[in-house]
């Protein structure tokens, strides 16, 4: 066997579970990094550090480093959202359930939440630019752990060829 088998079979052997733990945490870390990026060039009115704003006391959160903690909460928070998605969706292998899910994901954020969220304005006060790049940040959030799940569920439910078998031994 020669050093690619082997890698092929070492990302064959992590574990499920594992998988889940990985794209729901770079997912997290990827989209809200992205969204600090949109919040910083202006095109949203609201950044990562919404997270922190119904627990952390005081105006560095709004800040620099308050944007760099969010995005560390959303990454550790997307791993309970990665795996929520894996119960409920994980066998649909389509695009769609994905964007459902981000859209989901958004209408809880910004309607179900919003009165917990002290710092969090409704949505109608918001401007279009940020509704909108918010909704889209969300559903492209949702797209990439819910495919990523999906793809590596259909993966590990494949039955192996016989040529993958000879490998493995």
């Given at each position: 066997?020669?050093?690619?088998?082997?890698?092929?079979?070492?990302?064959k052997?992590?574990?499920?579970?594992?998988?889940?733990?990985?794209i729901?945490?770079?997912?997290?870390?990827?989209?809200?990094?992205i969204?600090?990026?949109?919040?910083?060039?202006h095109?949203t009115?609201?950044?990562?550090s919404?997270?922190?704003?119904?627990?952390?006391?005081?105006?560095?959160?709004?800040?620099?480093?308050?944007?760099?903690?969010?995005?560390?909460v959303?990454a550790?928070?997307?791993?309970?959202?990665?795996?929520?998605?894996?119960?409920?969706?994980?066998k649909?292998?389509?695009?769609?359930p994905?964007?459902?899910?981000?859209?989901?994901?958004?209408?809880?954020?910004f309607?179900?939440?919003?009165?917990?969220?002290v710092?969090?304005?409704?949505?109608?006060?918001?401007?279009?630019?940020?509704?909108?790049?918010?909704?889209?940040?969300?559903?492209?959030?949702?797209?990439?752990?819910?495919?990523?799940?999906?793809?590596?569920?259909?993966?590990?439910?494949?039955?192996?060829?016989?040529e993958?078998?000879?490998?493995?031994?």
């Open positions: 066997m020669n050093k690619i088998d082997h890698e092929i079979i070492d990302t052997q992590m574990g499920f579970p594992m998988k889940v733990i990985l729901g945490f770079f997912g997290g870390l990827i989209w809200s990094f969204g600090y990026s949109s919040y910083y060039f095109l009115e609201v950044g990562p919404f997270v922190l704003l119904p627990w952390a006391l005081g105006d560095w959160k709004l800040g620099h480093t308050g944007q760099l903690v969010g995005i560390a959303i550790i928070l997307s791993i309970g959202i990665a795996f929520f998605y894996k119960w409920t969706l994980q649909v292998n389509s695009m769609w994905g964007v459902g899910f981000g859209m989901l994901l958004w209408v809880i954020v309607y179900i939440l919003n009165p917990f969220i710092d969090l304005k409704p949505v109608q006060s918001y401007s279009l630019n940020t509704i909108v790049t918010t909704l889209c940040l969300f559903i492209l959030y949702g797209l990439f752990i819910g495919y990523s799940i999906s793809y590596e569920y259909a993966e590990q439910n494949e039955p192996m060829s016989k993958d078998s000879f490998k493995a031994e």
